[in-house]
């Protein structure tokens, strides 16, 4: 083989090597792409129609294995909860706010299995009810597993963080 073919066999290798890293998605990526939306659903538009909202709603259980264990640290309080009942709770707190902000800030992920996710963040909330405004940061530590091709979450446990 000669010089010019294996420049050529070399970047067409180089190529593969670019395009499966860049166009596969590996775990990171598939986890915080299902936080991105896990986020989307659970925020609330001022002006967000109500069969949007619905839609939302129904798609928040989704995320989450079927029991799903959370911890309320704060509250001493554990709980193996229903998808459905998750998404009831969560729903009911969406229709309590006109408007309603999730964001993940500090997203620690770290993979102990294949297939699972230990994550460690800060959630952000700010919202509007009844005229007034409403802002709370909580530390979230969850594990998500990859159940029959999508990451749910297993566990989640609430830290409230104190007030500064």
Same mark, same amino acid.
């Given at each position: 083989?000669? $010089?010019?073919?294996?420049?050529? =066999?070399?970047?067409a /290798?180089?190529?593969?090597?670019?395009?499966?890293?860049?166009?596969?998605?590996?775990?990171?990526?598939?986890?915080?792409?299902?936080? !991105?939306?896990? *986020?989307?659903y +659970?925020? !609330?538009?001022? &002006?967000?129609? #109500?069969?949007? $909202?619905?839609?939302?709603?129904?798609?928040i259980g989704?995320?989450?294995?079927? #029991?799903?264990? +959370?911890?309320?640290?704060?509250k001493?309080?554990?709980?193996?909860?229903?998808?459905?009942?998750? %998404?009831?709770?969560?729903?009911?707190? !969406?229709?309590?706010?006109?408007?309603?902000?999730?964001?993940?800030? &500090?997203? $620690?992920i +770290?993979? #102990?299995?294949? %297939?699972?996710?230990?994550?460690?963040?800060?959630?952000?909330?700010?919202?509007? %009810?009844?005229?007034? &405004?409403? /802002?709370?940061?909580?530390? *979230?530590?969850?594990?998500?597993?990859k159940? &029959?091709?999508?990451?749910?979450?297993?566990? *989640?446990?609430? +830290?409230e =963080?104190?007030?500064?």
């Amino acid at each position: 083989m000669n $010089s010019k073919g294996l420049i050529g =066999v070399c970047i067409a /290798a180089l190529l593969v090597v670019v395009l499966v890293f860049v166009l596969l998605p590996n775990k990171e990526k598939q986890v915080r792409k299902r936080l !991105r939306q896990l *986020v989307e659903y +659970v925020s !609330r538009e001022a &002006d967000e129609p #109500p069969l949007a $909202s619905l839609q939302k709603g129904r798609r928040i259980g989704l995320f989450f294995a079927d #029991p799903c264990r +959370v911890i309320l640290q704060g509250k001493m309080d554990e709980k193996e909860l229903r998808r459905k009942e998750i %998404t009831d709770r969560v729903v009911l707190i !969406r229709n309590t706010y006109s408007q309603l902000q999730v964001k993940f800030h &500090d997203v $620690s992920i +770290v993979f #102990p299995a294949e %297939t699972t996710a230990d994550i460690h963040m800060t959630m952000r909330l700010t919202g509007v %009810t009844a005229g007034s &405004d409403m /802002a709370d940061v909580q530390e *979230v530590e969850a594990r998500m597993k990859k159940l &029959d091709g999508e990451w749910l979450f297993t566990d *989640v446990t609430l +830290v409230e =963080v104190l007030a500064r």
